[in-house]
């Protein structure tokens, strides 16, 4: 079950659908063998990789958080690159700037943009919201959830599944090379070839997803 709250952030955009498709690639690889393999759900096919890619985490994959989050998640965003992404029925052409005067028009010091792109008001106030509050939410994972179901779902994604396929890569290339296995060395190449992008971002949207996820009553 998604969290009631992210309906209210999301409103109609596909990114719903597509967090939980990027949260079972990055984080469900436990349920796959040690062997990559092929899984098909209803959003399609995807592939999960090796068990020690879970086990070394969100750090192993695209590296450690800054210090100071909420300075690193707005230099993180500090881009004015147009790209399109699907978002609210409508293809949008934007930029990681645009997306994050959206969410903090008056900078992190006020509040969290509370309207969809019709103006349409999701919610009173997202750090007084029921589910934010019964998770402990932080400021920065609120704005990192609202990013994220907004057009910004689309890059962070990107880095997740360049990370994934990168480390696949370069397993396969010290196979092909009659190496030994070593997935701290193929981690630390796609690191350094992925770069530094939304690691921050990314690492208090995933803290805001297990703060979720410990109070959400699931069906399955």
Known sequence: AIPEIFH?????????????KITREALTGMRATAETRST????????????EVFYKG??????????????AMEEEHDSD????????????????????K?????GFDNEINNEDYDGKKLCEDFMKHPRAVQASLEKAELVALRLY??????????????AGRLIMKFLEE???????????????QARLEIGEDYVTTLHTLISALIKLSQCTKHND
Not at 102 to 106: A, H
Not at 149 to 162: A, D, Q
Request: glycine share 8%.
């Open 174 to 188: 010290q196979r092909n090379n009659g190496e030994e296995k070593d997935m701290d060395a193929a981690m630390a």
């Open 58 to 71: 969100m750090d192993g994959m695209i590296g450690l958080p800054a210090l100071k989050i909420e300075k």
């Open 102 to 106: 959206k969410v903090l028009p008056r």
């Open 8 to 20: 209210v952030a999301a409103a109609e955009t596909e990114a719903v659908p597509e967090l939980t």
């Open 81 to 100: 690159e147009l790209f399109f992404a699907y978002n609210q029925g409508l293809t949008i052409e934007t930029s990681p700037k645009q997306q994050w």
């Open 40 to 51: 098909r759900n209803k959003f399609g096919d995807f592939t999960l990789g090796p068990l």
């Open 149 to 162: 179901t907004g057009p910004m779902y689309k890059r962070y994604n990107e880095k997740l599944r360049e």
